[in-house]
């Protein structure tokens, strides 16, 4: 069935008139004719019956009118829809953040969503970095946040930022209550006997350490191995070790004077930060909002400080 056909049908049907009906929807009246007639034939029955000065539906076109007028109404609304859909950002966006992140970029994207694309629906869950992967792979979620993300070419990485990494010491003795007094910056080679309280593998913390420990021929002084954010400050504010961590994630600690970051001697301790998402045909006008959403966040939080010494990386 030819939807033309229907719709001339219905316009004819209401109209009573297949002249009224050719100005409505501005077709040739013999046009209109021969689609009523198509369907007729195709249904193998009188729909409408002819006059001089009009028509009228008959018993068989009235069931077909009541039924057409509804799929007419629907087809309508899905071609408008559709329309507003190519134009105005909508849509559920499921994005994967990392504990650091989370704590301040997920109600920045929350708020801007509300603001700017209120059709947008951003869900988003917080998980480490190997569970991140997990999520991507599984071609569930559309875009996440990650540090140093080690992934394969069916996904796009987009490097957002470079943030220096610091050894996390605690400000006073637990017991004494005593100011520590610590190095101005630590070498790589000194993590081999620094007690430290190291992020479990497969987290990007942990296997850059490794892999610098190896090149300068040492290894890391691991003394408990941490999954979390929270953890790592409790261990270290409790003189149970040091942490390396970034800024960002234990911002607030550092600046109301909780925790000490000491930096290292040498600039290959950094991660950097990329938005990954996987390659697609067409990336939809809600992944994209999304995407513009938190590079602009990105932005106002360097400039203001937020994320202490970190660097922002431009792509071409």
């Not at 028509?55 to 799929?71: D, H, N, P, W």
């Not at 090149?215 to 890391?220: A, I, L, M, S, T």
């Not at 409790?234 to 040091?242: H, Q, T, Y």
Request: hydrophobic share 45%; charged share 20%; glycine share 6%.
């Amino acid at each position: 069935m030819i939807f033309e056909d229907l719709n001339a049908f219905v316009a004819v049907a209401k109209l009573k008139s297949f002249s009224r009906a050719s100005i409505q929807l501005r077709v040739a009246q013999s046009s209109l004719s021969k689609r009523v007639q198509r369907l007729e034939h195709r249904f193998a029955v009188e729909l409408l019956t002819r006059y001089s000065t009009g028509v009228s539906v008959t018993l068989a076109g009235s069931m077909l009118l009541a039924r057409a007028e509804s799929l007419i109404d629907e087809m309508k609304a899905i071609e408008r829809d559709f329309c507003q859909g190519l134009a105005i950002p909508s849509g559920k966006v499921n994005i994967a953040l990392s504990p650091t992140t989370s704590e301040f970029l997920a109600p920045r994207i929350y708020e801007q969503c509300r603001k700017a694309f209120p059709n947008v629906d951003p869900q988003i869950r917080v998980g480490s970095t190997d569970k991140i992967h997990g999520w991507l792979c599984s071609g569930e979620y559309d875009l996440a946040l990650m540090y140093d993300p080690e992934i394969g070419t069916d996904f796009e990485i987009v490097p957002l930022l470079a943030e220096q990494l610091f050894v996390i010491a605690p400000i006073t003795d637990f017991e004494t209550g005593e100011t520590i007094v610590y190095p101005e910056s630590y070498a790589i080679g000194e993590l081999a006997n620094l007690p430290l309280v190291l992020w479990c593998r497969p987290h990007s913390i942990r296997v850059l350490i490794e892999r610098l420990c190896a090149k300068f021929g040492c290894q890391p002084n691991v003394v408990c191995e941490i999954d979390g954010i929270p953890m790592a400050k409790g261990m270290v504010e409790r003189g149970l070790g040091f942490a390396i961590s970034g800024y960002a994630g234990l911002k607030y600690e550092i600046d109301s004077g909780k925790l000490r970051a000491i930096p290292f001697s040498s600039s290959l301790l950094n991660w950097k930060l990329c938005m990954v998402l996987p390659r697609r045909n067409q990336v939809s006008l809600a992944v994209d909002a999304i995407k513009g959403i938190v590079e602009r966040q990105v932005d106002e939080m360097l400039a203001n400080g937020s994320w202490g010494s970190a660097k922002r990386i431009r792509t071409l």
